[in-house]
């Protein structure tokens, strides 16, 4: 497989608009879903707390696959933004959502943007979702534009 060693600006704004598009649609639903809720209408916080993690860990697979292509002597072996979202993504899809070791990178709670350890459970909420997306677009311009 062919690897990237850059990316074009356009390229990454692009998809930085994608994903804050994507939790902003989000930010909406739940603004609104607590509104109803607030009014007594209709009991939505359970299902919101159902709903946030699996939409929001999903962001994190969405990051990685992104920039799926890059070069992996570039991207290093530390615990930064682009390695925590392929550790994420292999634990979400691989290790039932539970944050792994990843062999050659080794997770560490005082780098990791939402602040995991290795064996908790991957619960993103917006604050880790919108952190860890700033992080991963602030490496791939200074790495990779």
Same mark, same amino acid.
């Given at each position: 497989?062919?690897?990237?060693?850059?990316?074009?600006?356009?390229?990454?704004?692009?998809?930085?608009?994608?994903?804050?598009?994507?939790?902003?649609?989000?930010?909406?639903?739940?603004?609104?879903?607590?509104?109803v809720d607030a009014s007594g209408k209709t009991p939505l916080s359970s299902a919101i707390g159902k709903f946030e993690p699996l939409?929001?860990?999903?962001?994190?697979?969405?990051?990685?696959?992104?920039?799926?292509?890059?070069?992996?002597?570039?991207?290093?072996?530390?615990?930064?933004?682009?390695?925590?979202?392929?550790?994420?993504? $292999?634990? !979400?899809?691989?290790? %039932?959502? =539970?944050?792994? *070791?990843?062999?050659?990178?080794?997770?560490?709670?005082?780098?990791? #943007?939402?602040?995991?350890?290795?064996?908790?459970? $991957?619960? !993103?909420?917006?604050? %880790?979702? =919108?952190?860890? *997306?700033?992080?991963?677009?602030?490496?791939?311009?200074?790495?990779? #534009?």
């Open positions: 497989m062919v690897s990237r060693n850059s990316y074009a600006q356009d390229y990454v704004e692009h998809c930085r608009a994608n994903i804050g598009t994507q939790v902003g649609a989000y930010r909406d639903l739940i603004a609104a879903a607590e509104a939409f929001l860990n999903n962001t994190a697979i969405i990051l990685d696959a992104l920039f799926c292509r890059r070069s992996r002597t570039m991207e290093g072996r530390d615990g930064k933004p682009l390695n925590e979202v392929k550790v994420l993504r $292999i634990s !979400l899809m691989l290790h %039932d959502g =539970r944050l792994c *070791a990843d062999r050659p990178i080794r997770p560490s709670a005082t780098v990791s #943007v939402p602040k995991l350890q290795v064996g908790d459970e $991957i619960r !993103l909420d917006e604050s %880790d979702s =919108r952190a860890l *997306a700033a992080a991963l677009f602030a490496e791939i311009e200074a790495e990779y #534009v």
